[in-house]
């Protein structure tokens, strides 16, 4: 099809002709157009099915308001569904389909639903398909879901990536229209950090849709000039295609960036990228936003917007129709018709419902004053209007205006609340606004190009004034100000058929009657009954009318009425754009421990703890399942000697004079006294009596401890004693610093622990049990001069050690050790064999320490000092916590060796129902003891203690599990601690 | 006893790459003390870090560095600083010989391998930062010597602008790859 | 939000970490007769305004102090920002 719409000139680029399709159909555009200019060119003007009714629908807008001309563009992975075909760029290659219809566009077969209409107004899903209730959720509702909507996902990973990013400035402008520029402009030469953002890929915002002269010239090339020297000045960052979407807190903005939409393929780059704008001051220059008039069949492809008519034809060089006709409560729909004349194209009738007024000779236009619209006819595309008088004009674009709302959505982010100004018939910023921002222009509901320079200027200078730039006033380009009177006109009473409000959710004048009739009077229940202002476009068009409708219908007026909030985003934001980096391996950051290399090509299988990657086993060749191996590293370390990277651990420095005092607090049990060169297991509390974390301080000097945390809490316990050390005991000579990256940390455990640490070890420290006996700690060096520290201490219960190094030699110690233990066997031991010995051992965990268990619960009641106070003291004494029949941490084994144990299952005394009432309490950790030959368990129960030896019956009713076990001793490995003290 | 050694492995292997308008370069000979002043003798302490490494206490959030740029002093916070020493390749050993000079004066830990230490320059760095970094870069607020920590791609980090061209980003070594992989992405996503 | 950190300026509130009402400050003493009494309030009873509140807000990706914020829970208006560890001396506390 030739471009059999398109006339002379506009600011479209005619050297570079655009190849694209639509519905499968070939089309030619030019660069510096919209899918949808393209699509008006080649003389397109169905382009979509509405949502509920299935109505045939064109091009309503040339901006971000558009209702109707949603479309699919691309295929494949990179099917994007819904966008605006209004601020689509045209790309060569681009693919655009039309969407929500079964069939063609041009025989939908769903369509039929616009004659089931009467069945199907406001809330009619609150009132049909109620019967019989078990069919809404699978019949009704999927049927619904089927014929209503939008496009369709691609349902494949989205191809693309997306960036995030952080910009800062003194001052921040949203919209690059008249005001923005002289804003933009006005402070850039004061030497301002400025940025000046629009979502149009062209900036002049309205200049380059109107035919206004400006200092002698067209608009859009006065626009031009302006960019241009905006361009030159470092300290102005220019972004078009970028919506300022939201205005959050102290002058930060959401912003995205469309860096690649315009574009064929992303070529790797990021497609989008979401800003956020730390800005001192902003000014919103947002323009305004047309609005319609409601009449009987006012849907119909070729209606449109007046101010998008002339964006059209002056901006794209497109004619949306061949005989126009305009219809308009306000002087502003003139000059629509003047600007068509001018382009010479054929104005059927200019018709104002005024009474009264004086329109510029229009020379060959019909005029018609007083008239109204009545009906419209024309299936597919219009064809005819029908005025009050009954008479028909033939006409095949309609350009409907009833005057201009200030697009004001980013001064209500913030709780502000727009206020009616009934000199432009529409509501302005009001209330409080985001911190910073100002408004300026036809956003702030100056209309009239030569005010709204004057206007902004001078808002500007005094931004200005206040961030302490000097500034003067810049000489302002001659323009004047158009007419701009309106009347209060929302929609022709006399229509007897439908007339549309909201195009995008099709919500009509009755819908919005029978709302208020059923009850629902305040505009945000109208919204959420009727889905009024809903979906992409949020209303932007809909919304006024709608609410002067319920203001008529209440006897009311539209301030008293009130408006609904706007809340960001101002356009929709991919979800993709807002994940950003954030996706598959890249969700969130992982942690290798210092041997990672060294587990890696030695069998290592993952996992993640937090986020770090720990070696959970290390398999050989002939292991059939994680069992074998698990089983075989806790057969061997228990024989001879094993080796587990226990880096993860939290390794928290801490000095200071005071620094013995401020463990006293911390842990339940006595630091003051520990011995330099010695190591104390201590236990933390929550301030509310209940067990938090647990791990080992060592000594190091008279003022200098280490503490280990567990993993999982290291950053936790960190936060929490900078808490106590700044807020509850800020005169404490005490400092922290992490140390957990820093030292490559390694258990090694088992009886020939000492004979293999002897060989790395370097004189003069002597590891016999006299000189350097259990829970005795040393810096010292090994293999020849590498420092390094070395703490007895044993969480598998085997008299064993942990060696740190600094990181940067924890993957060559960890070769070492293996090579000094290959004379004795020492296997490499992973996060599985580590939890089964310490299962067996009996030591408490993250399962048991879980947040809901006292140190009387975990059977370490000796740790918690009478004699000194610490965090959880006082509460930890409470009466409720210190029950008599208070669970307690003891084992189980099956009385069935064979049978295997479950963690998460509850206890009930033999003979007894298993119900609520009758729990005694949880299994928290199990285990198969490879050592004993059969499963163990610890876990808690009441009275635990007291009742070594009783049976009891394990439940698990979601698993149907039953068995039955018997309370042993949590120590099943060693209970009088031979070996780790050997 | 010296049967077996030990060889040191840089957290990224000695990563640098050139794109032409960035250049990124991993540090592994620097040596990384953090000093904290003990509460009630603050002049004390600002008076041995005068006599042991001749250098002023910088403000929060600034640094100071000796002449010939072996050593440079960060102030993270009221009461810590970070010494970092350039050519030194054993931390702890460095960090041994400064406590012994500070005595009881100040509290010194070896901060060595707790962290990966980056150096990011050419001029499209502040473009690749500006993907990453929530600081505001701009060379009149972030002038030679400033430092911040801050969080990056959820990884704490510190940046320290050192020299008029150059940034060094210090994260933590044990999310190395993740850091590098953060940062890599914003030079090609800007690239 | 900015939070306006005493010693390094307008920050990002994505660098701290939240807990709530200040008083937690207000560690009870514990040798008090109805030291449970008090600690149950402590632990248990905290004050939710509508209006200005002090708050406890940690630097966790900073310089990893403790800041006592006043802020208005309704505008997010941020009247003062002081160090915790300063105001915790301010109050009293005797270590």
Same mark, same amino acid.
């Given at each position: 099809m030739s471009q059999s719409h398109r006339i002379s000139g506009g600011l479209i680029d005619r050297t570079k002709p655009m190849h694209f399709s639509f519905n499968g159909k070939g089309m030619e555009g030019y660069a510096g157009d919209t899918l949808a200019s393209a699509l008006l060119a080649n003389g397109q003007k169905l382009v979509g099915r509405s949502f509920k009714y299935h109505r045939p629908r064109g091009i309503f807008s040339a901006g971000p308001e558009e209702p109707n001309a949603l479309v699919q563009l691309r295929t494949g992975a990179a099917q994007e569904p819904n966008t605006r075909a209004t601020v689509a760029e045209l790309f060569d290659g681009l693919i655009a389909t039309s969407q929500n219809h079964r069939g063609s566009l041009e025989f939908d077969l769903l369509s039929i639903a616009?004659?089931?209409?009467?069945?199907?107004?406001?809330?009619?899903?609150?009132?049909?398909?109620?019967?019989?209730?078990?069919?809404?959720?699978?019949?009704?509702?999927?049927?619904?879901?089927?014929?209503?909507? =939008?496009?369709?996902?691609?349902?494949?990973?989205?191809?693309?990536?997306?960036?995030?990013?952080?910009?800062?400035?003194?001052?921040?402008?949203?919209g690059a229209g008249p005001s923005g520029l002289i804003a933009a402009l006005t402070s850039a030469r004061s030497g301002a950090q400025v940025i000046l953002a629009d979502e149009d890929f062209r900036f002049g915002g309205r200049l380059n849709s109107e035919s206004f002269v400006i200092d002698g010239s067209a608009s859009s090339d006065w626009a031009a000039q302006v960019v241009a020297e905006l361009t030159t000045l470092p300290n102005v960052r220019l972004m078009t295609r970028t919506t300022i979407y939201g205005a959050y807190d102290h002058g930060v903005f959401?912003?995205?960036?469309?860096?690649?939409?315009?574009?064929?393929?992303?070529?790797?780059?990021?497609?989008?990228?979401?800003? !956020?704008?730390?800005?001192?001051?902003?000014?919103?220059?947002?323009?305004?936003?047309?609005?319609?008039?409601?009449?009987?069949?006012?849907?119909?492809?070729?209606?449109?917007?007046? %101010?998008?008519?002339?964006?059209?034809?002056?901006?794209?060089?497109?004619?949306?129709?061949?005989?126009?006709?305009?219809?308009?409560?306000?002087?502003?729909?003139?000059?629509?018709a003047s600007d068509l004349i001018a382009q010479g194209v054929n104005v059927r009738a200019l018709i104002d419902v005024r009474e009264g007024v004086n329109p510029p000779d229009l020379t060959g236009v019909e005029v018609i004053i007083g008239g109204l619209i009545l009906d419209t006819a024309g299936r597919k595309a219009l064809s005819s209007i029908t005025l009050k008088n009954g008479r028909k004009i033939s006409t095949d674009c309609l350009a409907v205006t009833g005057g201009w709302n200030p697009t004001v959505h980013l001064t209500c982010h913030q709780r502000g609340k727009p206020v009616w100004n009934e000199d432009i018939l529409a509501f302005v910023p009001g209330g409080t606004l985001p911190a910073g921002m100002r408004v300026a222009g036809a956003a702030n509901g100056v209309l009239g190009l030569s005010s709204i320079i004057k206007s902004t200027a001078e808002t500007t200078i005094e931004i200005l004034q206040d961030l302490s730039f000097k500034s003067k006033a810049a000489v302002l380009p001659v323009t004047e100000d158009e007419a701009q009177s309106c009347t209060a006109f929302w929609h022709v009473k006399e229509s007897k058929k439908r007339a549309w409000v909201d195009l995008q959710n099709d919500v009509t004048v009755k819908d919005i009657k029978l709302s208020y009739q059923e009850g629902f009077r305040s505009v945000e229940h109208l919204k959420r009954y009727s889905t009024l202002g809903m979906a992409t476009d949020q209303g932007k068009t809909s919304n006024i009318a709608g609410l002067a409708i319920l203001a008529e219908c209440s006897a009311k007026t539209i301030p008293e009425t009130g408006t609904t909030i706007f809340r960001p985003p101002y356009t929709p934001v991919p979800i993709g754009a807002l994940a950003g980096r954030a996706r598959g391996k890249d969700f969130k950051p992982y942690r290798l421990t210092p041997s990672h290399l060294w587990a890696e090509a030695n069998g290592a299988t993952f996992v993640e703890t937090g986020n770090w990657m720990r070696a959970q086993w290390f398999a050989r060749a002939e292991e059939k399942g994680w069992r074998d191996s698990v089983d075989r590293e806790v057969t061997m370390t228990r024989a001879s000697v094993g080796i587990c990277d226990v880096t993860t651990l939290g390794k928290i420095d801490i000095q200071g004079k005071d620094a013995a005092e401020f463990l006293n607090y911390i842990y339940t049990n006595a630091f003051l006294k520990l011995s330099v060169g010695k190591v104390r297991y201590g236990l933390m509390l929550r301030e509310d009596g209940i067990a938090y974390d647990d791990g080992t301080t060592a000594r190091l000097g008279e003022n200098?401890?280490?503490?280990?945390?567990?993993?999982?809490?290291?950053?936790?316990?960190? !936060?929490?004693?900078?808490?106590? !050390?700044?807020?509850?005991w800020p005169n404490l000579d005490v400092h922290l610093i992490s140390t957990t990256d820093g030292w490559?940390?390694?258990?090694?455990?088992?009886?020939?622990?000492?004979? =293999? =640490?002897?060989?790395?070890?370097?004189?003069?420290?002597?590891?016999?049990?006299?000189?350097?006996?259990?829970?005795?700690?040393?810096?010292?060096?090994?293999?020849?001069?590498?420092?390094?520290?070395?703490?007895?201490?044993?969480?598998?219960?085997? =008299?064993?050690?942990?060696?740190?190094?600094?990181?940067?030699?924890?993957?060559?110690?960890?070769?070492?050790?293996?090579?000094?233990?290959?004379?004795?066997?020492?296997?490499?031991?992973?996060?599985?064999?580590?939890?089964?010995?310490?299962i067996e051992k009996g030591h408490a965990a993250g399962n048991e320490l879980n947040g809901q268990t006292t140190a009387l619960n975990l059977g370490l009641g000796g740790f918690v000092s009478s004699k000194k106070d610490f965090i959880g003291k006082t509460l930890s004494q409470r009466a409720e916590l210190n029950l008599p029949d208070a669970i307690r941490l003891v084992g189980f084994k099956a009385v069935n060796p064979s049978d295997a144990l479950l963690a998460g299952s509850h206890f009930i005394t033999k003979g007894e129902q298993t119900t609520m009432e009758n729990d005694q309490g949880w299994m928290s950790s199990v285990a198969y003891s490879p050592t004993l030959g059969h499963s163990i368990g610890l876990g808690f129960i009441k009275r635990?203690?007291?009742?070594?030896?009783?049976?009891?019956?394990?439940?698990?009713?979601?698993? %149907?599990?039953?068995?039955?076990?018997?309370?042993?001793?949590?120590?099943?490995y060693d209970p009088d601690g031979v070996l780790q003290r050997g | 006893m010296a049967k077996f050694s030990l060889q040191p492995t840089p957290f990224l292997g000695g990563f640098q790459k050139d794109y032409g308008t960035v250049i990124i370069k991993e540090i592994t000979d620097r040596a990384i003390t953090s000093l904290a002043l003990p509460l009630g003798f603050e002049a004390k302490a600002e008076k041995a870090i005068k006599t042991v490494l001749k250098l002023n206490l910088p403000e929060v959030g600034m640094s100071t560095q000796s002449k010939d740029g072996t050593t440079a002093l960060l102030r993270l916070g009221k009461d810590q600083l970070f010494c970092l020493k350039n050519g030194e390749n054993d931390g702890y050993t460095a960090h041994k010989?400064?406590?012994?000079?500070?005595?009881?004066?100040?509290?010194?830990?070896?901060?060595?391998?707790?962290?990966?230490?980056?150096t990011l320059s050419g001029p499209d760095s502040l473009r690749a930062l500006e993907r990453v970094c929530p600081i505001d870069l701009h060379p009149d607020r972030f002038g030679v010597g400033a430092l911040a920590r801050t969080a990056m791609e959820?990884?704490?980090?510190?940046?320290?602008?050192?020299?008029?061209?150059e940034y060094t980003l210090m994260s933590a070594s044990s999310s190395a790859g993740s850091f590098l992989h953060a940062i890599k992405t914003s030079i090609d996503n800007v690239l | 939000m900015i939070i306006k950190h005493p010693l390094l300026g307008p920050r990002d509130a994505a660098e701290f970490v939240y807990?709530?009402?200040?008083s937690m400050i207000d560690r009870p003493n514990p040798n008090a007769p109805d030291a449970k009494e008090q600690f149950y309030e402590y632990g248990y009873l905290r004050d939710n305004p509508a209006g200005e509140h002090k708050e406890l807000w940690y630097h966790e990706q900073g310089d990893r102090s403790w800041l006592v914020v006043t802020r208005n829970t309704i505008t997010h208006e941020v009247k003062y920002v002081q160090l915790a560890r300063d105001v915790a001396r301010a109050k009293g506390r005797d270590r």
């Open positions: 616009d004659l089931a209409a009467p069945f199907l107004g406001a809330g009619f899903y609150y009132k049909t398909f109620m019967w019989p209730k078990a069919f809404w959720e699978k019949l009704y509702e999927p049927m619904i879901r089927a014929a209503a909507g =939008l496009g369709n996902l691609s349902m494949k990973e989205d191809p693309d990536t997306y960036d995030k990013g952080f910009l800062h400035c003194d001052f921040l402008i949203i959401g912003a995205l960036e469309r860096m690649t939409d315009h574009l064929k393929s992303s070529a790797g780059k990021p497609r989008q990228i979401l800003w !956020r704008i730390y800005s001192k001051r902003s000014l919103l220059c947002a323009g305004a936003t047309e609005r319609p008039i409601a009449f009987s069949n006012n849907d119909r492809p070729g209606i449109m917007l007046a %101010g998008a008519v002339r964006s059209y034809v002056n901006r794209f060089s497109v004619v949306p129709g061949k005989n126009v006709t305009v219809f308009t409560n306000n002087d502003d729909g003139w000059r629509t200098h401890f280490v503490m280990t945390t567990t993993t999982a809490n290291a950053v936790l316990v960190f !936060r929490k004693l900078e808490f106590a !050390r700044q807020c509850l490559a940390q390694f258990a090694v455990a088992g009886p020939n622990a000492r004979n =293999l =640490l002897s060989k790395v070890v370097d004189a003069p420290l002597d590891l016999s049990n006299e000189s350097f006996p259990f829970m005795a700690c040393a810096e010292l060096s090994v293999c020849g001069g590498t420092p390094a520290r070395l703490f007895r201490i044993s969480f598998s219960g085997e =008299l064993a050690y942990e060696i740190a190094v600094p990181a940067r030699y924890g993957n060559s110690m960890m070769d070492v050790l293996m090579k000094a233990g290959a004379e004795f066997d020492a296997v490499p031991y992973g996060t599985e064999a580590l939890g089964v010995m310490r635990g203690h007291e009742r070594l030896g009783e049976m009891v019956q394990m439940v698990n009713p979601a698993y %149907g599990i039953e068995v039955e076990v018997e309370i042993v001793s949590p120590h099943f | 010989a400064l406590a012994d000079k500070f005595g009881d004066n100040i509290y010194t830990t070896d901060q060595s391998d707790v962290w990966v230490s980056l959820h990884l704490g980090t510190i940046i320290h602008r050192n020299s008029v061209a | 807990l709530g009402d200040a």
